[in-house]
């Protein structure tokens, strides 16, 4: 049974739910969880998964002032995923820590050189996998999506006091 017929087997037996707001919630899950492998699958030769590689992109483009509080808000990470990630690209010798200058009980995260050329190094394969996993899509399709998902986005976004 394929993915899709799943789907209409439990509308089936629940027709009281919400159909169109399940089907696309669940495309939706299913559709990133295979964006994030295929993005994967191009950086095995590259030693990163995609969250490191993020990682590294975002600390070379924020610089030595970020810290892994702000580095887990943009990666949708938990305090715990986050330090076994900067573990990892520590050991890997891609970042470093260093106790922060304005505030001795953070720390501040710096990529290596080592760091910054893996990264670049993997870019344009990464940046082919994309282009090929949207490649499905029209450019216009493309951009209403991210309008879409922007607005879904900024509701289910928690508000700030």
């Known amino acids: 049974m394929s993915f899709e017929q799943r789907i209409e087997q439990v509308l089936g037996i629940y027709p009281n739910a919400p159909g169109p707001a399940l089907r696309a919630s669940r495309l939706l899950f299913r559709v990133g ?88 190094h993997a870019m344009a394969d990464v940046h082919a996998a994309y282009a090929a996993c949207w490649s499905a899509l029209q450019p216009e399709r493309i951009d209403a999506l991210v309008t879409d998902l922007a607005a879904m986005n900024d509701a289910l976004e928690p508000q700030q006091p």
């Open 33 to 120: 969880h295979l964006l994030e492998a295929r993005i994967n699958a191009a950086l095995v030769p590259h030693g990163l998964d995609m969250r490191g590689y993020l990682a590294l992109v975002v600390l070379d483009t924020e610089g030595p002032s970020l810290n892994p509080s702000e580095l887990g808000v943009t990666l949708d990470a938990s305090r715990v995923q986050v330090t076994r990630l900067l573990d990892r690209l520590e050991n890997a010798g891609l970042l470093q820590r260093q106790h922060s200058s304005r505030d001795r009980r953070s720390l501040d995260l710096e990529l290596t050189d080592t760091g910054r050329a893996r990264y670049r």
